[in-house]
């Protein structure tokens, strides 16, 4: 019988292990991460037994905690203000067009799929989530450089926080859909606002308490203990107005990820020590999110998907509708705001990643469906999530290449050094170039290369940074 902290153990050498293999196949970590947990979970080895899972499970909202509340943090005004209204412009239209495109889509087919309306209602939010990991590795692999990436980097920056707004608004209206609560004005539209505004004043209120801190707390230590503080009493805070509602009929409750994410988006408006403070938290998170994500590939049931040829169109029209949304979203925002062309082709492909934010928008999800007598609702939205994951993990960073490649703002030499080579050989034939030159156009993609080679573990720590904390810090 394996305990709890063997099995935690066991989580933290597996999942150690994962990033090694990751590294050589080239693949995300949080890729790895799910297959461990896929592999030992309560439905392939047991290693991670039932009775396991349930005693470790809080380490996911914790984890849940600080996703939201590291998005908060990149949720600067300042940047805001330096990255335009184009790119806040573009943001919005992709993130919404994926919502829209995978809501109608979804219930459009649902006679045929079974799939409820509430179900696509809270996919359609999640699919708003984009993982910057891939992106940002790619994107500092190949030195990238050109307007098409310049748009990028904002819009993913700020498209989670405006995923997690919209994830409150859809998951509360799911979840009175689906316990059958009446369809009035007042469940559909006062709760879930009143909901999202209480959950920001929260959040906000635990962000200016953790602002005094620096004032009084000097040493790294007692401001990593400040930051931790302020998740817990998050989290806490959120436990409490369940209970609240459960126990005392109170109106309404708080979103975790939302109230986490406005506490660190004050926090870091207010405070100039704020990146300081996160250097610590960042040292400090990654076995907890390494956790969580083993825990999320360990609800995989695979044995679901044999005899339910259903549920593999359900997760292929999630696939599909998400990608559309993202790029004639992106597109059309594009289009309003007089982007460069480069930019309306090709920026939409590039937003398809999709990884930690996502899975923790639908642990959340199934968290709160669980509570209220739906799991397997919540489970099916936790399978059709990380199986979508793990595609978008596995072609997200091969499609951003690509079009990143024909805006052409990655050199061709470190692009394709064969073509390249190929191409010098040619031009010297013919006599374009003179051998000299050729041969110092040769040396410098060489030097280049080897650059990007020697930066290699840098840019992995980056991707499992951006990984575990749900934001593909992104």
């Given at each position: 019988?394996?305990?709890?902290?063997?099995?935690?153990?066991?989580?933290?050498?597996?999942?150690?292990?994962?990033?090694?293999?990751?590294?050589?196949?080239?693949?995300?970590?949080?890729?790895?991460?799910?297959?461990?947990?896929?592999?030992?979970?309560?439905?392939?080895?047991?290693?991670?037994?039932?009775?396991?899972?349930?005693?470790?499970?809080?380490?996911?909202?914790?984890?849940?905690?600080?996703?939201?509340?590291?998005?908060?943090?990149?949720?600067?005004?300042?940047?805001?203000?330096?990255?335009?209204?184009?790119?806040?412009?573009?943001?919005?239209?992709?993130?919404?067009?994926?919502?829209?495109?995978?809501?109608?889509?979804?219930?459009?087919?649902?006679?045929?799929?079974?799939?409820?309306?509430?179900?696509?209602?809270?996919?359609?939010?999640?699919?708003?989530?984009?993982?910057?990991?891939?992106?940002?590795?790619?994107?500092?692999?190949?030195?990238?450089?050109?307007?098409?990436?310049?748009?990028?980097?904002?819009?993913?920056?700020?498209?989670?926080?405006?995923?997690?707004?919209?994830?409150?608004?859809?998951?509360?209206?799911?979840?009175?859909?689906?316990?059958?609560?009446?369809?009035?004005?007042?469940?559909?539209?006062?709760?879930?606002?009143?909901?999202?505004?209480?959950?920001?004043?929260?959040?906000?209120?635990?962000?200016?308490?953790?602002?005094?801190?620096?004032?009084?707390?000097?040493?790294?230590?007692?401001?990593?203990?400040?930051?931790?503080?302020?998740?817990?009493?998050?989290?806490?805070?959120?436990?409490?107005?369940?209970?609240?509602?459960?126990?005392?009929?109170?109106?309404?409750?708080?979103?975790?990820?939302?109230?986490?994410?406005?506490?660190?988006?004050?926090?870091?408006?207010?405070?100039?020590?704020?990146?300081?403070?996160?250097?610590?938290?960042?040292?400090?998170?990654?076995?907890?999110?390494?956790?969580?994500?083993?825990?999320?590939?360990?609800?995989?049931?695979?044995?679901?998907?044999?005899?339910?040829?259903?549920?593999?169109?359900?997760?292929?029209?999630?696939?599909?509708?998400?990608?559309?949304?993202?790029?004639?979203?992106?597109?059309?925002?594009?289009?309003?705001?007089?982007?460069?062309?480069?930019?309306?082709?090709?920026?939409?492909?590039?937003?398809?990643?999709?990884?930690?934010?996502?899975?923790?928008?639908?642990?959340?999800?199934?968290?709160?469906?669980?509570?209220?007598?739906?799991?397997?609702?919540?489970s099916g939205i936790v399978t059709i999530t990380m199986?979508?994951?793990?595609?978008?993990?596995?072609?997200?960073?091969?499609?951003?290449?690509?079009?990143?490649?024909?805006?052409?703002?990655?050199?061709?030499?470190?692009?394709?050094?064969?073509?390249?080579?190929?191409?010098?050989?040619?031009?010297?034939?013919?006599?374009?170039?003179?051998?000299?030159?050729?041969?110092?156009?040769?040396?410098?993609?060489?030097?280049?290369?080897?650059?990007?080679?020697?930066?290699?573990?840098?840019?992995?720590?980056?991707?499992?940074?951006?990984?575990?904390?749900?934001?593909?810090?992104?």
């Amino acid at each position: 019988m394996i305990n709890v902290v063997l099995a935690i153990a066991i989580m933290l050498l597996l999942g150690l292990l994962s990033t090694r293999l990751m590294k050589l196949v080239g693949l995300p970590n949080v890729t790895g991460y799910l297959i461990v947990g896929l592999i030992i979970g309560p439905y392939a080895l047991k290693i991670i037994t039932e009775d396991v899972y349930n005693q470790i499970e809080i380490l996911s909202s914790i984890a849940l905690g600080f996703i939201g509340f590291s998005i908060g943090v990149e949720f600067k005004l300042s940047h805001v203000k330096e990255i335009g209204a184009k790119a806040v412009t573009i943001t919005f239209f992709q993130a919404l067009s994926a919502t829209l495109f995978v809501d109608v889509i979804l219930v459009a087919t649902a006679f045929f799929t079974g799939m409820q309306t509430y179900e696509a209602i809270v996919l359609g939010a999640i699919a708003t989530a984009t993982a910057p990991a891939a992106t940002l590795m790619v994107v500092r692999q190949y030195h990238a450089k050109g307007i098409v990436t310049d748009t990028l980097l904002p819009v993913v920056a700020l498209d989670d926080a405006i995923g997690l707004i919209v994830f409150a608004v859809s998951n509360s209206i799911a979840l009175s859909l689906a316990s059958g609560s009446a369809v009035t004005f007042w469940n559909l539209a006062v709760v879930p606002v009143v909901e999202i505004l209480m959950s920001l004043v929260v959040g906000a209120l635990v962000g200016l308490l953790l602002a005094i801190v620096p004032r009084f707390f000097k040493s790294r230590d007692n401001r990593l203990i400040a930051t931790v503080f302020a998740v817990f009493a998050c989290l806490g805070l959120c436990t409490l107005f369940e209970y609240l509602e459960q126990n005392y009929n109170f109106p309404f409750t708080l979103s975790d990820l939302l109230v986490c994410m406005m506490a660190g988006a004050v926090f870091v408006n207010v405070r100039k020590e704020a990146a300081q403070m996160m250097e610590g938290t960042d040292h400090w998170t990654p076995p907890i999110l390494m956790l969580f994500f083993i825990l999320s590939g360990a609800e995989l049931n695979v044995a679901t998907f044999f005899g339910n040829p259903k549920l593999l169109i359900c997760i292929l029209l999630y696939l599909v509708a998400r990608c559309l949304g993202k790029y004639l979203g992106a597109r059309l925002g594009a289009t309003i705001t007089k982007a460069d062309p480069m930019v309306r082709k090709y920026l939409g492909i590039t937003l398809f990643p999709q990884a930690g934010v996502a899975i923790g928008m639908a642990t959340m999800c199934k968290q709160e469906f669980t509570k209220a007598g739906l799991e397997s609702v919540g489970s099916g939205i936790v399978t059709i999530t990380m199986c979508a994951v793990m595609v978008y993990e596995l072609l997200g960073p091969v499609l951003t290449k690509w079009a990143l490649g024909r805006a052409r703002e990655i050199d061709p030499k470190l692009l394709s050094p064969r073509k390249f080579n190929a191409a010098k050989a040619t031009a010297v034939a013919d006599g374009a170039v003179s051998v000299e030159n050729a041969n110092n156009a040769d040396n410098n993609a060489n030097g280049e290369v080897a650059t990007t080679a020697e930066n290699g573990a840098s840019e992995q720590t980056l991707e499992s940074n951006d990984n575990t904390s749900g934001g593909e810090n992104k």
